[in-house]
């Protein structure tokens, strides 16, 4: 069974652009969350989809958002760009929604803002 | 304010030795406890997840243990290897599936 997909892997952009990232969740996956990783902060979550409704968002500003397709599939968008959106962000998908399951990681994307 | 703490925050041993590494975190309103393996540059591997229901659960070489009433979690990794050095991350989940995560600790096997 494929993993959780995410793409693009690298992207560099500058500060003011918007950017879109996308994230495959595992087949019969239908949550899929959304984390930032920063040396500084860590691990951060961003946001939950279910269903394609956002169930629970975390404490970031609304230049933050996202959405969930049908297939279960989920984009993050971040508008606006600043110096301290770099960092890695990760998706994560889970068989239901509740927080009884595993959650299983994408390889990331690797976002660089200049 | 709810925390997950992982000390140390690095960790060297030499091959064959057992790791232990600890996660404590300050609400006992645990949901469960989900134990992961970063490598440099890389996305997040799930090793093991404890329901606020079990006390433990082990995987091959790996072991890992819930205490709510004192809030810790502690993963043992038997024999270590060379293969095993990587970031280890704890997170604490709630029951809307979100997971508040410890720095980590970076271990370093030693042939």
């Known amino acids: 069974k494929a993993g959780v997909t995410q793409t693009p892997r690298y992207l560099i952009k500058t500060r003011g652009q918007q950017v879109t990232l996308s994230c495959s969740p595992i087949s019969g996956h239908r949550s899929v969350s959304w984390y930032q990783q920063t040396p500084g902060q860590g691990l951060q979550f961003l946001f939950e989809y279910f269903s394609e409704t956002q169930r629970n968002k975390g404490n970031f500003p609304g230049r933050f958002s996202g959405r969930q397709f049908s297939n279960s599939r989920s984009e993050m968008n971040v508008s606006t760009l600043e110096l301290g959106d770099s960092a890695l962000y990760l998706c994560?998908?889970?068989?239901?929604?509740?927080?009884?399951?595993?959650?299983?990681f994408g390889p990331g994307t690797r976002l660089t803002v200049l | 304010k709810q925390e997950v703490t992982q000390i140390p925050a690095a960790l060297s041993v030499p091959e064959g030795e057992n790791l232990v590494l600890n996660c404590s975190f300050t609400?006992?309103?645990?949901?469960?406890l989900q134990w992961f393996r970063q490598d440099p540059g890389k996305g997040l591997t799930s090793l093991l997840l404890?329901?606020?229901?079990?006390r433990e659960q082990t995987s091959g070489r790996l072991n890992a243990s819930l205490d709510k009433s004192s809030g810790r979690s502690t993963l043992y990794i038997a024999a270590s290897q060379p293969g095993d050095s990587a970031t280890y991350l704890c997170?604490?989940?709630?029951?809307?599936?979100?997971?508040?995560f410890g720095a980590g600790t970076q271990v370093v096997v030693t042939p």
């Open positions: 997170a604490r989940g709630d029951s809307w599936g979100k997971l508040q």
């Open positions: 994560a998908s889970s068989l239901a929604y509740g927080g009884a399951d595993t959650q299983y």
């Open positions: 404890i329901q606020s229901s079990q």
């Open positions: 609400d006992s309103a645990i949901y469960n």
